[in-house]
């Protein structure tokens, strides 16, 4: 048995179907049937190997790291650019996913090829095709470890053996082509500014820099450079290289990266897109309200429907809603819960795509849009489009209200709904979320939901979303509709006082029968200092920067690499509010959170620049998280911060380039935003953009952001499609793989905000 040190999850370079040759292969594993104990497999520690009745049996203890429980074979010589065909049998009491490497013996572990292993309860086969990448003496290798449970994998007539080459078979999907062949560059597909950077990456097995050239749309030479090697790559798997063509100035279309005999997808250069994205981005809230009909010439005839949840059958809709009651309430809040009222919480945003309304995710969706419009009020001295009153595709064009504002508005007055009436118990107190009382399945349009809807107890995270969003409504809204404006200032004050009054009434956490997400949360510090935040820069009160100041978050970090802020931790969020429209703030106190926001700036461009595909994030053991793209997003917003605080354009640039990523500068070669770019997602989850399912519906709409990759594989489609990716290609565009490809409220907002921030800022 040898000893190896950690290794790294390869993404596969060169997969190919079966191929048959003509004459006996010779074969390359030495006892692969397992008879005479000859076999020359090895194990590290958590796995023990024992050989018995012709096969190979590992016993592998629970926990650890994938590749911290490994199975494998040494010294097999490949012969660079031919093809071999790897097989076995595989045995097992369970089902398990798990990676199979064929790589370098030795550092840097240079891939020929990954594949996804998987076990059934049972014997079954193994059979896959791969392209050898160089002659090094290289090792087959199984990353066994994660388990919950001790498990036991036994292998049995293993093989490897030289193939011949057919033709390849176009039909492979897009995520395992991705985790399997030789990729082509990867670009910002929607297009590059023509004074910004301006780069792209190539995953290639070279350690040398490589020939690029640019080819216009004729296909004819007009620049060329030599790529930058940036080592290997856990995220994609591969070994990357940065290709820089900053300098190309020429405005047109249909340009290409070409490395080799590869070409990536066409791009432009000096088109504008981020003021059309911004439309599209912002445009998508309307065909998600609920409880209003969806009309065809505003959306898009593809897209019209009548008003979700407002007929009393099948549903009983959501104007006079119960609270959830009975067993249920007593399995999730400990007795019988109820309340004696019905509450009208029609209106506002569904969540994603199911027909779920969620204070906490309303509440920092609508703050993203409310932040967008206040950005271009003040730094853009109120000359950016968000202003305008006919910006998107909405009925309320022309009412004398910007469109930002009518957005906001439709999800602020459902939160408002969702407040305990006086004489209650919990009185003040928001409602964490309603929805249906049972999971409906694909495709369903909201006015066909057949189940029973009820409201969920009041939460202090739902109370403090309010008070927090209505304040910033409040001061935004003043000029353009002052009665709405005081009436939401005294529902934020009165959440806040209600808040107090109960501090920690969590959100419990289920088992995700009750037909929605649970949206727990057992810390309500973050939620504390955004309301404070917002409240204080409404009022100028002291009461409330007294509580700023009291925080945990007054003057520690709010800006981790993994993510700055999202629906759960909103710290991030109050502290940018706080420094870009700070000014009330007592001098010392608004240099420290300015400063705080441009180191974290700065330390965000630092590790910018240790990623290949240009992306500002990097979680921890790099595992990408849920909903990795609107992270990578919220990473941005604090970047643009910097920018708007200091006019540096090193953090401009910095936003433009990670935009590179959510536009196709990626290890699947995929723009992650709807109608952008050549090759986009498509197939967000979701019950009524519902096109893969029936052809009569439509796919999302353009403008909508697909989540993105995540390590975590919590959808069946995912468990069976991505077992072993690596965390870039954790992703698959199928409107089944809910923890891969959702789409959100507070997803889209950023989205709004940042292709705002580019639309407008010019250095």
Known sequence: MQALPKLQIILALGFLS????????????????????????????????????????AAIQSGGEPWQRLLGVNDLLLQPGKFYRLSMSLEDEGRHVFPVLVQRNAEPWTAHATFGGETQPGKRGFAEVFKAQEAEPAQIIFHLGGASKPWQLCLDDVSLVEAAPEALDESVPVAAETGAREMPPVVNQGGYFLDGPKRGTIMSGSDAPLMFKIEDAQGAMVGEGMTVPAGFDETAGSRVHVADF???????HGYRLVAGALKSQPFSVGEDIYGRLRIDALSWFYPQRSGMEIK??????????????????????????????GEVAKELYGKDWRCDYRLDVSGGWYDAGDHGKYVVNGGIAVAQLLGTFERGLVYEKGGSPVLSDSLSRIPENGNGIPDLLDEARWE???????????GEPLAGMVHHKVHDTQWTGLPMLPHLDPELRALHRPSTAATLNLAAAAAQGARLFAPYDPEFSARLLNAGKNAWRAAATSPVLYAPSSDGRQGGGDYDDTDVTDE??????????????????????????????????????????????GRLNLALYGDRLPEKDRRMVRASVIDAATAFLALQTTQAFGQIYKPAENRYDWGSNHLILQNMSVVAAAYDLTGDNKFLAGVRESMDYLLGRNAMNLSYITGYGSSFARNQHSRWYAHQLDSRLPHPPNGTLAGGPNSTLVDEIAK???????????????????????MTINWNAPLVYIASFLADTRP
Request: aromatic share 12%; charged share 20%; net charge negative.
């Open 246 to 252: 900053s300098a190309f100035s020429t405005p047109g």
């Open 296 to 325: 065809g010439e505003i959306a898009g005839e593809a897209y019209a429907r009548p008003a979700g949840h407002l007929q009393e059958s099948p549903n009983q809709g959501d104007t006079k809603v119960s609270c959830l009651a």
């Open 528 to 573: 504390t200092y955004w309301a404070a935040a917002e409240l204080y820069l409404t009022t100028g009160s002291a009461r409330y920067l007294s509580a700023l100041r009291k925080s945990p978050f007054w003057s520690s970090s709010v800006f981790p690499a993994s993510g700055v802020f999202d629906w759960r931790g909103v710290a991030g969020l």
């Open 720 to 742: 069976e499609k991505l077992g072993g990716c690596a965390p870039q290609t954790c992703y698959i565009d199928d409107i089944m793989s809910w923890g891969t490809n959702e």
């Open 18 to 57: 079966f191929f048959t040759v003509n004459s006996e292969p010779v074969e390359m594993i030495a006892d692969g049937s397992f008879d005479n104990s000859a076999d020359g497999f090895w194990a590290s520690g958590g796995v023990v190997l024992v050989r018995e009745r012709g096969k190979l049996c």
């Open 412 to 422: 602020l007055e459902f939160l408002m709904k969702m407040t305990v009436p006086d």
